[in-house]
């Protein structure tokens, strides 16, 4: 295969997947707005400043690059700032990927790899959820990204896209290097929101609820490392001429928020502090993935599955962040 486009490639799982196609041996080329994305995350690979709601700037990507395959990560991801502005989110993520999805075809590439969601099922009807699960988003966020697959459906029957959604749980952990890691900004995500407070930088850590009916009364998540992800946006790539469709990614383990505070703390040798706080709306009690999909089509297995060796990367990417 060619040269791939990362759009959002200076972004957090952007960035991971970047970093590993490179070491592939892959020829890569990422493109981000910095909205959300760092530069310095972008370690050995050519990064430009492109901009899907700019079709000029989209335009001269594919002009000035002959482009065999996109890999598309650039989409706003906050599901409270996609409730408070829908109008955010419909634009960058719906729009933007039409602009994208254009600018592919007047280029003649055919080729996309999707990170959506498992935001895209809603509310669980059972657990763990596979792909044959009902889709009913209960947010703008899960709307944009169902939106958004619907498209490539209709573009497969109509112009022969080749794609895959990857349809994620909880990203987590950084790379072993530690030169990249989770950097958002407001953070959102429970382990560097908990790593923050065992630093001392948050005053605590809010648990929303702890009368769920799980076995601490916590909820429960599934969370995949970040490296993990990427590994599979690489076999997703090497596997579009056979499949296309959507194929869930998480390690299918269900660890609670209790298990997250003991497993940081465990792995820090310091004590995280706790209030308990009233449920947020719309929180399952338990959200976890079926994996099978991707392990038989993809061949991927996730390497790590203990929850401890996914928080001791994300501490060593705090105690040494770069930005």
């Not at 594919?62 to 409730?83: M, N, Q, R, W, Y």
Request: with cysteine; hydrophobic share 40%; net charge negative.
């Amino acid at each position: 295969m060619g040269k791939i486009l990362v759009m959002g490639g200076a972004g957090y799982i952007g960035s991971h997947t970047l970093k590993h196609l490179s070491e592939q041996g892959y020829d890569v080329l990422a493109a981000d707005n910095l909205a959300a994305g760092h530069r310095e995350a972008v370690l050995n690979s050519p990064l430009i400043i492109a901009d899907l709601l700019n079709e000029t700037s989209l335009e001269a990507v594919f002009t000035t690059h002959k482009i065999d395959a996109v890999i598309h990560f650039a989409a706003f991801s906050l599901v409270g700032e996609s409730v408070k502005d829908p109008a955010k989110y419909y634009r960058n993520n719906v729009i933007g990927t039409f602009n994208l999805l254009e600018a592919m075809r007047r280029h003649n590439v055919n080729k996309i790899v999707f990170s959506s969601t498992c935001a895209t099922y809603g509310q669980p009807h059972y657990v763990p959820m596979d792909e044959k699960h009902p889709q009913a988003p209960i947010n703008p966020y899960g709307q944009t990204k169902l939106a958004i697959e619907n498209m490539f459906r209709d573009y497969q029957t109509a112009y022969g896209l080749q794609y895959i959604a990857l349809r994620y749980f909880n990203a987590a952990g950084a790379d072993e290097s530690s030169l990249i890691g989770e950097s958002h900004n407001p953070e959102s995500h429970l382990i560097p929101l908990v790593l923050q407070a065992v630093k001392g930088e948050r005053e605590n850590i809010k648990i929303f609820g702890n009368d769920y009916e799980t076995p601490d009364g916590t909820c429960l998540r599934d969370y995949i490392h970040v490296n993990d992800l990427a590994v599979a946006h690489r076999l997703a790539l090497e596997k579009l001429d056979e499949f296309q469709g959507f194929i869930n990614l998480g390690t299918g383990i269900p660890t609670s928020v209790l298990e997250i505070i003991k497993a940081a703390e465990k792995v820090s040798g310091k004590s995280c502090p706790a209030v308990i706080s009233e449920r947020r709306p719309g929180d399952p009690a338990k959200l976890y993935a079926d994996n099978r999909a991707a392990q038989n089509i993809l061949g991927w297995k996730p390497q790590y599955t203990d929850i401890e060796a996914i928080i001791r990367t994300a501490w060593n990417w705090e105690l040494n962040r770069r930005f």
